[in-house]
DNA sequence: GGCGTCAAGGCGTGGC
DNA sequence: GCCACGCCTTGACGCC
């Protein structure tokens, strides 16, 4: 590289982002200046014009302006004219030339093509071909940046999919062991109901009630419990699919994977199946949805910072007496 | 010799 | 029809 004034830690992109001169020749001056003097690129070894060198003669243009100046210019004068068919690279200095040309404008007007083929003493389609394959380069670039956006992204939604997933499992389980132990003291109070007084048949959810009323989460409030009171098991079952179901509109929003607890605030998590219910009884369910006091709303409670405890709902799991989903 | 990089070839396409 | 461009491929070259 000898003679050669480049700057490899130049700021000259950055000047010349501020200009808007991608063909005048002062850009070109001012590229030269603050990369490389002409002489830096006597020792191409790029294909070159033979069209504009006839016979020989060396042309007005830098490039060759330089090799004139070389000693040993034989040796170079033959090796930067390549036999046909052969491939020669740019020189490092015709490339930073171009590489900052590029940060001006990825595009080539034909003016500033053969301003820039004149000064680096190339054929005007070479500095086209270059331009081409460097935006190609560049969109290959941007192409495995954009992959590697994507894909963190995509990781990390898909941890978020899974942990979701753990947390659901571990709810149901929850839900199957209380709903097991539900039933089983369902069972032994109707034994000792039916053993203690003949009235108890006509009252066969008093039990219930009471598992509400001395419901208490872990910080010693009482907790209502309500959906289970009147709900038969059929009820369960089909708010259970309504619910939890993923094919169900409830959890088909993208943007709320956890809408499918939105329910709490209303009974349409009953709404699936009434044909168990009388209008009186359904009547007589939503009022007492309604007024019941402590019924949790979580739909705002859950994932944007997802609780330490697995259950979103306010209070300890043990709390939560749903019966919604029979395993 | 395999592989990566890069200049260049070839072809299709769109704008004028 | 010409030209520039994008895309894919080819061939030369350098490195290991």
Redesign the pocket.
Known sequence: MAGGKLHPGSNMSLLLQNERLPCSSEVLESLWAHTSNPASFQGSK??VDFENVSGGRVTDRPFFQALEKEENFDEDYEGCFHQP??????TGEQ?QFLERSFEVEN??E?ERKVQLAKELGLQPR?V???F??R???F?TKQLEKDYGTLKASYDRLKGDYESLLQENDKLKAEVNSLESKLIRRDKEKENSDDKSSPDAVNSPHKEPMDLISNSTSENGTKVSLPIMVTCKQEDANSAKSDVLDSDSPHCTDGNHPSSFVEPADSSHAFEPDHSDFSQDEEDNLSESLLTLPCLPKVEEACYDDPPENSCNFGFQVEDQTFCFWPY
């Open positions: 790029s294909v068919g052969k491939k020669r690279r740019l490339v595009k080539l034909p070479q086209a071909i270059w081409q394959n935006r190609a380069r969109k």
